[in-house]
């Protein structure tokens, strides 16, 4: 006679059965422990092992001051065609226009989704007015001082400090101080890179980065990415193969637009296939801060032994825009991409570097990024939520574990372009899916911003472009 199931497992099979069945649908949360023992009358020990056991088998999910999910589905990895070849990139004249719609904002009344930096409301803008008032009061001589083109010292410091948290060893000399992260990584394009050359990319990539490469003259890789764990490994050693890639850059931390996380391992490696051949790796970090769980994601840089990752990062999201304040270490580029910062920009405000110097060592960027990151886990989450409520069926959406940034993939034929047209025409702002690739790709995906604050105002908004979306599905 077979033996009776263990109860906490009969019951993690009826609420299995449940999911099954559609009783239960993907995203629904399920009732509190307190809640599922009186109704079940078990013990909460019972409840626990049973929701750890649906965990274990991926249909549940824990998430932070919330509770637990029917786990959403995993939405297929877009990706370019199998056996990618280097294109020459050319940004769809779609991106003049979007960058218009930017500019035009504030007069034209436009709100919604598009713009992936933090709402004012978001940033510490009177704690630092007060830094800056403060230090120009001390040390007025630095409205006189270029500075030097690596950067202040004070800042460098600073940052090499705050690397040790993820385990970084940064030596103060070795950082170079930029414009924000988009200077840094024109440095590193042009320090490693001529007309011509191919850089491997995750696909889909942010569209800015894009515009470089078509400046600089360089063609794109595309390399699959998944939604969840960044780019494929497999196809990128396939890809390099051949000594054809000059470089690659990648965002493993919360990518825009896709919110993807690399696993160590997988950064791990990363890292050993790259050095192995002699290639560098530019990579973007400026989401690593933004992370929903306990602990920040280490960057690829954690595990470079060789310097041949070009780490780049700043402040510029996470404290203030206006201040255009990154920087980049560089390994062993670090002459080459110093040297080009001299010849391009000199250096960066010393005000502005050292302003922000004390700002991370008075303790109050710590104390800032605790409530900022609440703030946006919340904010994703209703921004994901409202989507499923007001979107078509069969839309998929990405599940990003930090960063502010939602990628959906409608069901095809659809056209986030002429969504977009429509969209705008009604003072409501998105990115369109062919903005992230080289050659126009992903038109029937999107991108949303949850960066704003979620009030009445937003979910109107969304829920009007949800049914503009589901109108042109119907058409």
């Keep these: 006679m077979t033996p009776p199931l263990p109860l906490y497992q009969r019951l993690a099979d009826d609420i299995a059965g449940q999911i099954a069945a559609g009783t239960l649908r993907h995203g629904d949360r399920l009732p509190s422990l307190r809640e599922l023992r009186a109704r079940r009358q078990v013990s909460l020990s019972t409840v626990q092992q049973a929701f750890r056991l649906l965990e274990?088998?991926?249909?549940?999910?824990?998430?932070?001051?919330?509770?637990?999910?029917?786990?959403?589905?995993?939405?297929?990895?877009?990706?370019?065609?199998?056996?990618?070849?280097?294109?020459?990139?050319?940004?769809?004249?779609?991106?003049?226009?979007?960058?218009?719609?930017?500019?035009?904002?504030?007069?034209?009344?436009?709100?919604?989704?598009?713009?992936?930096?933090?709402?004012?409301?978001?940033?510490?803008?009177?704690?630092?007015?007060?830094?800056?008032?403060?230090?120009?009061?001390?040390?007025?001589?630095?409205?006189?001082?270029?500075?030097?083109?690596?950067?202040?010292?004070?800042?460098?410091?600073?940052?090499?400090?705050?690397?040790?948290?993820?385990?970084?060893?940064?030596?103060?000399?070795?950082?170079?101080?930029?414009?924000?992260?988009?200077?840094?990584?024109?440095?590193?394009?042009?320090?490693?890179?001529?007309?011509?050359?191919?850089?491997?990319?995750?696909?889909?990539?942010?569209?800015?980065?894009?515009?470089?490469?078509?400046?600089?003259?360089?063609?794109?890789?595309?390399?699959?990415?998944?939604?969840?764990?960044?780019?494929s490994l497999d196809a990128l050693e396939q890809a390099t193969r051949n000594g054809a890639v000059q470089a690659v850059v990648l965002v493993p931390n919360f990518s825009n637009p896709l919110g993807s996380l690399m696993p160590d391992e997988a950064k791990a490696r990363l890292a050993s296939l790259l050095a192995a051949r002699d290639i560098p790796l530019i990579e973007d970090d400026i989401y690593g801060e933004f992370h929903f769980g306990p602990r920040r994601p280490r960057p690829v840089k954690a595990f470079d032994t060789a310097g041949n990752v070009l780490y780049c990062a700043s402040l510029t999201k996470n404290v203030a825009p206006g201040l255009r304040v990154g920087w980049v270490e560089a390994g062993r580029f670090r002459a080459s991409v110093e040297l080009q910062k001299y010849i391009g920009t000199h250096s960066t405000s010393r005000l502005s570097q050292v302003v922000l110097a004390r700002f991370l060592e008075n303790g109050g960027y710590a104390r800032h990024m605790r409530a900022f990151r609440r703030a946006l886990a919340s904010q994703m989450r209703m921004l994901t939520t409202a989507v499923r409520e007001h979107f078509p069926a069969g839309t998929r959406i990405s599940e990003p574990q930090g960063g502010f940034v939602l990628w959906l993939a409608l069901p095809e034929p659809f056209d986030s372009v002429e969504l977009f047209h429509a969209a705008i025409a009604e003072g409501i702002d998105f990115a369109p899916g062919p903005l992230f690739s080289p050659c126009g790709g992903f038109r029937n995906c999107l991108r949303l911003s949850g960066a704003a604050p979620w009030n009445a105002g937003q979910a109107a908004r969304l829920a009007r472009l949800g049914e503009l979306a589901r109108r042109q599905r119907q058409g």
């Excluded at 274990?56 to 297929?76: C, H, K, M, N, W």
């Excluded at 940064?170 to 924000?180: E, L, P, Q, Y």
Aim: charged content about 20%; proline content about 11%.
């Design 56 to 231: 274990d088998r991926g249909l549940i999910e824990a998430r932070p001051q919330s509770g637990f999910y029917v786990r959403p589905r995993r939405p297929t990895p877009p990706s370019p065609p199998a056996l990618p070849v280097p294109v020459p990139v050319t940004v769809d004249p779609l991106l003049w226009q979007y960058v218009q719609v930017h500019t035009q904002e504030a007069d034209c009344g436009m709100g919604g989704f598009r713009s992936a930096t933090p709402s004012a409301a978001h940033l510490p803008l009177a704690a630092i007015s007060r830094l800056m008032s403060d230090t120009v009061r001390r040390q007025p001589e630095l409205l006189a001082d270029y500075g030097h083109p690596a950067g202040a010292i004070e800042l460098r410091r600073q940052i090499a400090r705050q690397a040790m948290e993820w385990g970084g060893r940064f030596a103060v000399d070795d950082i170079v101080v930029t414009h924000g992260a988009l200077e840094a990584l024109n440095l590193c394009l042009r320090a490693l890179t001529r007309p011509g050359d191919v850089v491997a990319i995750e696909s889909p990539a942010y569209y800015t980065l894009l515009r470089c490469l078509e400046t600089l003259g360089l063609q794109a890789l595309e390399i699959p990415t998944d939604p969840q764990t960044g780019i």
